[in-house]
């Protein structure tokens, strides 16, 4: 069962999601938490800019954005000093817990929301309870929420248990735009992590099971194009305007045409767009903010080749010009079997839990395999876990939610696995 | 030549540009204006809900939009009792000047702005000079900065002229959007005008130039469409999406493909567009503000209904629902001669005008059209005015400005035109 | 009233239509005729490669496609000697008749047909009354059956009339694919000719209506594209090929999208496509054969222009190769106001001809127009005659057709003008 | 080592490629060979309508083209009974070989060509070697020449061996339009089938490789569309069109976008497409020969059933009607291990044969699999065999091409499966 004060934790941060790079109130309300429940407890706490690389975090949202989530968090009266030291969009915390000799653990958890509205349905729990988003047009659809929250929870079950060595909790920043992984990959705080847990709430599984190790990760980028045409009075001399929201439409239309590759799954979306200003001026600009995937990053690559070029001469066939940029990108990645091990036994000994699955395909993507390859290369072991909550509507959709009973699955399931790894060091 | 009086006033609504419905500032610095200047010998002076029919406003934007508007007009420090009158965007005003007996005169100027950036450029006028647009993504891009200060300078040069009868002046809010003619033309004030003149400055002629009569107003229509599919993961589930940008994008390949009609001109152009909210995320929903013209009404609805059924079936094909509204419309009209003679003959008298042209066409839209088959339909004559202008940019595009001088040709043309139709009563 | 014989002779050449350069039987039929009718009153009669400039053939079929035609028409058992001489596709003849001093005056009748099956409806009367095409995929859909027998029967008036002069008919090949008009307007034979007549019948005008100058002929061009990709099993491996047919729908799509002109009214139409081979292959290679047209020169070239820059990048979006050609074309024309006056005269004292309108517009595009410049640029005079005829289809549908009747209208119009244009010599 | 005879059989049946259900010419010479070769050894030989179950053909051309093909193969002056009893496009053959007691072993191997032009390439070795395809437009671009080759191969080392039981082997017609497996499926000669093998050359395996059993079979679906509009002139009256091209080209383009399926791979082709008639009249017609294909039936329903849907609104869209009719279907597969296993075994001892894979995934279709399934659901099992071999050019493209060195690989594998599977029968 999940502990009340937990429940509470998660739905204040369902009440302010925070999309990337602007985690604010998330990242000080976690440190508040981390100070408040563990104090001296912990060896470290390393928040915002000391808790990733500043230089490698991808797809930083522009300083208007940034400057209006500050000041919206700073309302909440939240820690000033640490909101201060987040100033810029440094977000995200790492802390460390040293018990004794053993392996260092690392447990990965994200924490951003998305941009886009929460449903007001009284079905929807959050709006029954009183816990929807405050924060207009975004929502933890994605259950970030849980995840930070799930974070907390675990470092509470170590701080209690027997396990020795060092465990380091990553609540890292900006999965959502894949823009906070390769930061927190490339920060010093890794280098010496032998074994490394992931998890995500959800995925289609339902409360009670848990998923020992997930794997099919799509290698991911992102992909912005930016058309630039000439504006021109739509009734008066339309032959004189170059329309960029022609060019940005067939563009859409070719990209979701590229060819099914027979070497295995690929995906294309272009999840953003916009153009024109006013109804009688030809649009003189345009965009489409886009992301293609593939199985391996070769197919990913096959995706923004084909990608690109379509962008480029449907920007051509208008007499427009455009602007592609590849944006964040993140690389496929492996769970270890012997960490899979070790998770599925934990799980059989978490009350609530009637269902392991050895091995289940995400399908989707995910820049924990930047932690995950980083830790694989430095000779340590990785493995990302599936916890199953009933989620009445899909990812990423206004009427997500999780099933908050699921909270305390994975926080048993990944302390067990954490207290194992420790002693078995497979 | 332009008094400098009249420039300083075009540059200071030049550096505020309100869009439709939002004309704020500058309804509230024209009637500062008009009380200044004319005081007492202003007959009436309808400001906001008592110079348009209320009801028959059309395109007004949301609250949010208006409020937004309306609180920046109010830090310029202008004279707070109108701004209260205009609340909830009920712009425009009417002066009425009573000179004895005579005929009603009308004189029709539109004074909203666009939502435009406008350009930095140091060859760009305003920006070298002091007065560009402090009001970001708003532009005066059309001359209806002009158009006002036009406005107050005939009412001046009549006020002191051998004029009998009655002149009133229409200053309309909302014409980029084809949203406040109609409310003028329905207002109570129009009723009683027997001769009613518009203007507009540049349309491609120069400097020195005046265009006598203008026709070939082409019909339009707004349209917007309103695409709901489903969201889905881009990556997990594309397959669970109802994806509203490729509704969208179908849609506008297929509205500029409407096949060209040979009983004469038409216009289409999807002016704004967006949808989607983040990459990862199948777009749920998506929007185009498109608008459709014709030399007459009935081409206007070919490209009306083709447009409807284009929109309705690319919803249809990505399964998606679409809400189609025909928006703001405006009708055709055509000049009078026996005020166009008029019109030539008073520009012959006005220093710097080296051109007269008896007749052209538009080509373009214009929301005059209500008011003109208004006052043509209560057996009354119509004239629309060209004033030359050198515009560096075209119209609608960052750069338009016009050449001040031409402000003056455009008083005195128009001037001298008024005193002349109660003269004569054509 | 039309002659019987005439009458007879429509239906033989509307059985055995022959589109562009293929009019072998038609050709040779038409010599039958003017031998038997004729006989040595002509002064000359030029066939084949002798009545046209044979390097300025445009559009010309393949040798496969034309000894095809060339076997048929020798099946009918027409005069061999004749379809020898056209071998090739050299079609087409100009009789001249010389009847003492007097100017040289043209006319022009064009003698192909289209490349689209006939309808088999019981309310159609070349169906219902046997005399429909005999050549399935090809129909007399556009009238050139009446206008060659027009053409017979205006020599057979004026051999028998008092005109003094001479009289060259112009029986043109290739009309429909604006094949033949330059080669005949670039021969020997047109030099002379001080005043050229060419005529249409039907355009929407119903029987008894004649248009004495028709105007507004667009300026056309033809335009090919054929693109190439690269083939791939479809199932196997689709991101093997590349695909032609991709490519081209993607131009079809942004073809009739090109920007409407503000100049005056253009025209593009992708009349026919093909691409592909089997279900199961990517397609390798795609075609299209498409046309512009313009009210000027420069707004054909407008819409040519960017046909070209489409096509290109729709190749290039989808990896495939492009070879755009254009192909034939032809200017626009005016018709001369001293010619027409005659021909409305003329029509005057037909019997049948209710309603006579000076001038129309014709809104298409007509290779008549290179010989009537051609005229014009000698210092001749040249007028397009409409004879309106009621026709059940529209021009180029499987159920056009002409009412018979207007056939005597067109001949005696026509020959009344020839008359007047050689006593008054305008 | 491949015998001079087969080598010598195969190249004559690629010299006479003939697409579906008009395999006359290979027919009669397959029937030709069984007879001359094996005489009386044969106990049955079906031929045409007796070979397959007649009311269950799929795709079959329409009369013209069954009847120029038949005429082709009669001036070859091959058996003229056969072709009589083959007449109406009843093609393919049974051979049936009692060598005593044991199971029934069937053999299918398929006979058709393709419809597209074979290379002229001096590097293509039937170019180079003189027997290049001399029907134009149609090659053996599969290797179907090599399976029928292998199928009297194979007949041949029974014939002499120690197998008992009963043989038979299957020459199919039509499998690339999924035209003629459910006509064999369905026939009485399926129903004591045992065990069944089937065969395929290359797909991308090397000379040298045999593959025991070949999985993944996509279920496939045809799909052909007929859009019906009005035409209209280009130039004079685009408007009073309804375009057939336009609605096809958007419908291609959608097609290509229909969302990727997270549960397995789909495909999608618009393989052959056309329409309109000429350049200058707005096409009445058009017409899409598809396919999709999806990894289990449903994901082929699911692409199908998109695919109809984008069809039919892409007709809305352009005020057009549309036909969609889904045409032949093949379910998928599986090929059962205990076979499997035989098949590798047999090919260990094949000279020339370097590698044998267990296992691989075709990723394409195949009406094989209804045999397959037939023969499974009555208690038998099945295997799909692969013999690889060098080609050239990919399967379906005009360089593709077989080492026929493998066509021995071919036959001495699958004789030495059928023995052993007669021995063992697993």
Redesign the interface.
């Known amino acids: 069962m999940t502990a009340d004060d937990l429940v509470e934790l998660r739905r204040d941060l369902h009440r302010r999601p925070e999309p990337a790079w602007r985690e604010f109130y998330t990242t000080a309300r976690i440190v508040e938490e981390l100070e408040s429940r563990f104090g001296d407890d912990l060896a470290e706490l390393h928040v915002g800019p000391d808790a990733i690389a500043t230089d490698h975090r991808l797809a930083v949202p522009d300083d208007a954005e940034l400057t209006h989530a500050l000041e919206r968090a700073r309302e909440t009266g939240v820690d000033e000093g640490v909101l201060e030291s987040l100033e810029g969009g440094y977000t995200g915390a790492v802390a460390v817990l040293e018990k004794g000799d053993g392996p260092t653990v690392g447990l990965r958890v994200d924490i951003d929301g ?3 509205a929460e449903s007001e349905d009284a079905d929807h729990a959050p709006a029954a309870e009183g816990f929807r988003s405050e924060h207009e047009g975004a929502m933890h659809a994605c259950g970030h929420d849980a995840h930070a929250t799930i974070g907390v929870g675990v470092l509470e079950e170590i701080v209690d248990s027997d396990f020795e060595g060092t465990l380091k909790v990553f609540f890292q920043p900006a999965e ?2 894949i823009g906070g992984g390769k930061s927190m990959a490339k920060s010093e705080h890794i280098a010496d992590v032998d074994y490394l847990l992931a998890a995500h709430i959800g ?2 599984h339902p409360t009670g099971e848990i998923v020992a190790a997930i794997d099919g990760f ?1 290698a ?1 980028s ?1 992909l912005e194009a930016e058309f630039s045409g ?12 170059r ?1 960029a ?2 060019a ?3 563009a ?3 990209l ?2 590229i ?5 295995g ?20 600009s ?1 965009r489409i ?3 293609v ?1 593939g199985e391996t990053t070769e197919l990913m690559e ?1 995706m923004a080749d084909n990608a690109e ?2 962008i480029r ?2 920007a ?4 427009c010009e455009v602007e592609v940029e590849l944006g964040a990108q993140a690389p496929s990645a492996t769970s270890d079997e012997a960490l899979a091990t070790l998770v599925a036994d934990a799980a059989g000994d978490v009350e609530g839990v009637e269902r392991i699955l050895e091995r289940d395909e ?4 995910e820049d924990a395999t930047f932690l995950m390859r980083e830790v694989q290369q430095n000779g340590g072991k990785a493995c990302y876990v599936g916890v199953g909550t009933d989620h009445p509507g ?5 009427t997500f939610d999780v099933d908050e009973e699921s909270i305390g699955h994975g926080v048993e399931t990944l302390a067990g696995a954490i207290e194992r790894v420790a002693e078995e060091r497979p």
Chains 1, 2, 3, 4 share one sequence.
Do not use: K
């Open positions: 998305l941009p886009r959502e735009v995925l289609d799509l991911v992102h000439e504006p021109a009075h739509a009734g008066g001399h339309p032959e004189q305007g329309n929201v022609q940005m439409a067939t859409v239309q070719n979701y045409a060819p099914r590759n027979s070497d799954p690929t995906r294309i979306n272009a999840g953003r767009v916009e153009g024109g200003s006013a109804a009688n001026v030809i649009p003189e345009a903010l886009a992301e995937r096959y070029r379509v001469s449907a051509e066939m208008h007499d995400l399908g989707g993507s899909g990812h990423h959709t206004a």
